[in-house]
């Protein structure tokens, strides 16, 4: 019997269909073992039994689904694993690290969004080595506190039956004197219209109001007339400059630079440590030389500084429409990106990251698993700053010589296989550098 044709089988195919393309949203929550920050024998099976708890009080949450180290590692790799999830879903991750003071137990606990690297919160719990249970009690109340609200919602199911409706009274139908009286009101707004009519015929109710006439214009005077458009609307002869200044400045943000990198260099010095290589790389920055001609050439700029290697070049509203998005990415420094060298072994496991920024905060942080070293000798050559009426550009054609180092063991030397550097913007550092903290 051919079951494909029976309209019940092809029934139960379809609603197996719409309730797996309709999936609800999950929540994911990725937990690591907690980090010991002292590196404190006595206290190092805490990392691991504090994962271990949560995964206990975590588990029986609807909609709440556990991952690990591997899970966290798998998305790191490939990023496309989010797209198969529900939609709606959420990935969070959680870091926690603990240290004692005598008898006092401090866990420091982050929660990161996967998505896009964002920090959703962070909780501090203290509590004391000897009631280990009651800091087990209130860390799991703190994870439940951030993670609740990001459970999906239960959505209601819509009954496939309507139910019965209740009965309605039957409307009561209108009487001669109710309908009488409709009539007579629509006699009486006529008679009223008529009435208006009437009276602007004969001049009963004044001259109309006329729109005040425009002033002649002498013979040896010439007018021009102001519209009074709104100041940020876009005008439509700035359509075609504004492609090519959209086009220009997505090359200055996004790839702006050159440069060229040396091979790295080894100094051995056996009478201060023979069993450690200072790793010694040399790194020239430059602005692509082709940028600042083509802006120069293809767009009609209204204010051009030079000042030896310094080029600020203006743009104003006169040609060109800045939409809100531009205005947005430029204030908030959207675009604004750092250097990040990467060394990485023969399996492409990351060994090193040096970060060349000026935000402090990534000089307060350190790992334990690879060589993280923050400094700053890079500055952007390329800078926006956006008015009320303009946008200026500042271009400085300079080179930027850098000397980075670091120090790694021996057999860390001999695993090096490739070194990569790539400029990262500032959002988006949390992606590369969480995972290895």
């Known amino acids: 019997m051919n079951l494909a044709k029976r309209p019940l089988y092809n029934l139960c195919m379809m609603v197996i269909s719409v309730n797996f393309l309709a999936a609800a949203p999950k929540l994911y929550l990725y937990l690591l073992p907690f980090d010991n920050i002292n590196n404190e024998q006595a206290i190092a099976w805490l990392g691991s039994g504090f994962t271990d708890m949560l995964t206990k009080e975590m588990t029986p949450l609807e909609g709440l689904f556990l991952r690990n180290r591997d899970d966290l590692e798998s998305i790191m790799n490939n990023r496309a ?56 009690n209130e860390l799991a109340e703190v994870v439940k506190t951030v993670c609740i609200p990001y459970l999906p919602q239960k959505k209601t199911t819509k009954k496939i039956y309507p139910d019965f409706t209740t009965p309605q009274a039957t409307a009561i139908p209108k009487t001669f004197g109710d309908r009488g009286a409709v009539i007579t009101s629509s006699i009486d707004d006529a008679i009223a219209d008529l009435e208006r009519s009437m009276d602007f015929v004969i001049g009963a109710r004044g001259k109309p109001k006329e729109a005040p006439a425009k002033e002649p214009v002498a013979e040896d005077e010439w007018v021009v007339d102001i519209n009074n458009r709104p100041f940020n609307e876009p005008s439509p002869e700035n359509v075609n400059n504004t492609a090519l200044l959209d086009q220009v400045l997505a090359n200055l943000m996004d790839k702006p630079y050159d440069v060229f990198i040396y091979k790295p260099t080894y100094v051995y010095d056996e009478d201060e440590d023979d069993k450690m290589i200072t790793v010694n790389m040399r790194v020239d920055y430059g602005i692509k030389g082709d940028i600042i001609n083509d802006m120069l050439t293809s767009l009609p700029y209204t204010g051009l500084k030079q000042d030896g290697s310094l080029t600020i070049v203006h743009f104003d509203r006169e040609n060109f429409n800045f939409s809100p998005e531009l205005t947005k990415n430029i204030s908030l420094g959207n675009y604004r990106s750092v250097p990040v060298i990467r060394f990485f072994d023969n399996d492409g496991i990351v060994m090193a990251i040096i970060l060349d920024t000026p935000e402090s905060r990534w000089y307060e942080m350190s790992s334990n698993k690879i060589h993280f070293i923050p400094l700053h000798q890079f500055s952007p050559l390329v800078d926006f700053t956006m008015g009320g009426w303009s946008l200026q550009v500042a271009l400085e054609d300079v080179d930027i010589k850098a000397h980075y180092s670091l120090q790694m063991s021996i057999e860390e030397v001999d695993r090096i296989s490739r070194v990569s550097l790539k400029f990262v913007p500032e959002a988006e550092l949390g992606a590369i550098i969480f995972p290895h903290l």
């Open 81 to 136: 694993l989010l797209l198969k999830q529900p939609r709606d879903s959420r990935n969070i991750l959680a870091l926690g690290k603990f240290s004692r003071k005598v008898d006092e137990i401090s866990v420091d606990m982050q929660f990161i969004d996967i998505a896009n690297w964002e920090e959703l919160d962070r909780r501090e719990v203290i509590g004391s080595y000897n009631n280990i249970p009651q800091l087990n």
